[in-house]
Each structure stands twice: as structure tokens, then as C-alpha cells.
């Protein structure tokens, strides 16, 4: 008994029920896909509303939160001729290591703790807030969604009278 496939395969019945066959596989194949990317996407707006939800349970104020600065925050040029307030953060500058170009420009800092501490433009202090830009006299930090200032402490140094040489006598 010899069957010849090529004639089964060439009836249109067949044709049609492979094809039929196909599309059923892939309709469910990409139904399938965007199930899981149903599923997918769910997690990730679980695991964000999760963040958000930590976010405002962490913050001390809603308002803080409300103080976001979405293009940024300015920082200008010349910081002297602005009114930046005295920040009351408990920060004192042991000293700075100045440069033209900001991103080589450090600054070394005391922080509550008693932990000196090398930083630079961008980096967050332990409390949080976030250095902006370091100048000759201080630096301008970024605390709560506005600009403070800390200024380097000008020690004014005192020195005794130049000694009055001895006189030997003859």
C-alpha cells in the first residue's frame, strides 16, 4: 500500500486546515504575549505605586514633596550678589581646595557627626542635601528644594611682635 502524500497535502481541505491550524496558534501565541505583558506592566505599576507610597511616608512634610524643581535648580554665577540665606545646617567647612573649573573644586566638611568628610560639586552630604557649587569663601548647597549657603570661617590670625634682637655688649 503505497500512500502519496503530495495529493493529500494539495487537497484544499487540508490547505485550509493547516492554515486554519497556524492562525489559531498564532492568535494564541500572541495573546499569550500581551497577557504577560499585561502582567508585566501591572508589576511594574505595583512596584511603582509602592516607591511613591514610601516616598510620602518617609517625607516629614507633603510639602516637601510638592517643592519639586522640575528644570532644575538655579545656581548662579556670581553668588555674592544674591541674598542666599545662611543655612542652619549644623555643616562646618575645614576647608576648601579651589579650582576654575567646578568639577575639580572640593570641599572638606564637618559634619554633626564629628566625620570630616572630601566632597564635590553633586555630592550629598550625610543629612541629605546636595552641593551645588563650591566657591572661594563657601558653597552653595541644595536642602529641602532651596539654595543655602555655607561660608568657610575666616580665622583672623594673630601674631605676636617680631622679637627685638639681643645686644651683645664689648
Known sequence: MHVDFKQILYRPIVVKSIFIFLTVLLICQISLSLGNLRAIDNLINEVQIEKDEKKIINSKLLSDNLG??????????????????????????????FANDDKFSQVIINTPDKKDQILGVGDTISNGAVIKKITKDGILIEWKGALERINLAKDVLIFDAPIKPLRISD
Not at 71 to 96: A, C, E, M, R, W
Open 68 to 97: 519639586i524643581n522640575f528644570f532644575g535648580t538655579y545656581v548662579p554665577k556670581n553668588i555674592n550678589d544674591l541674598d542666599i540665606k545662611q543655612s542652619t545646617l549644623n555643616i562646618k567647612i575645614v576647608g576648601i581646595l
